[in-house]
């Protein structure tokens, strides 16, 4: 799900490897749209999702977060690290936890609701 708006990208000539959200592709700008009318400070830009995503992947995998950089602009949401075989496993791990967070909209939506006022929202 959501296979074109959450990519990994491997760039051993930059030096880095990343974990791109599109969130302006349909489906994902859609459920930003269902996360903002649960949530109204959750008007789903990239610096929304950033916020989201760290929250989400912190709970699941503090060492990893702690690891990882984030680049959000306002359509989109990087996440990176420098490149290396050990960082290109992490950044897949690491686009897993994004995946499943986006996976179970019912789940999600949940998540959101009990940690609204815990997100540092943009």
């Not at 930059?14 to 996360?35: A, Q, T």
């Not at 009318?37 to 912190?58: K, T």
């Not at 949940?110 to 940690?115: E, G, K, L, R, T």
Request: hydrophobic share 40%.
């Amino acid at each position: 799900m959501y296979d074109d708006s959450i990519k990994l990208l491997e760039m051993p000539d930059h030096g880095s490897v990343s974990v791109c959200v599109y969130n302006e592709h349909d489906g994902l700008f859609e459920l930003g749209e269902r996360i903002n009318a649960r949530c109204e400070e959750a008007y789903m830009n990239g610096y929304n999702w950033d916020a989201l995503i760290r929250f989400y992947v912190d709970r699941k995998d503090p060492e990893l977060m702690a690891e990882v950089e984030t680049d959000p602009e306002a359509g989109s949401y990087a996440a990176y690290m420098s490149y290396s075989p050990e960082n290109v496993e992490k950044m897949r791990r690491f686009q897993a936890h994004v995946r499943s967070m986006v996976a179970d909209e019912e789940a999600l939506l949940a998540f959101v609701d009990a940690h609204k006022d815990d997100i540092e929202w943009d």
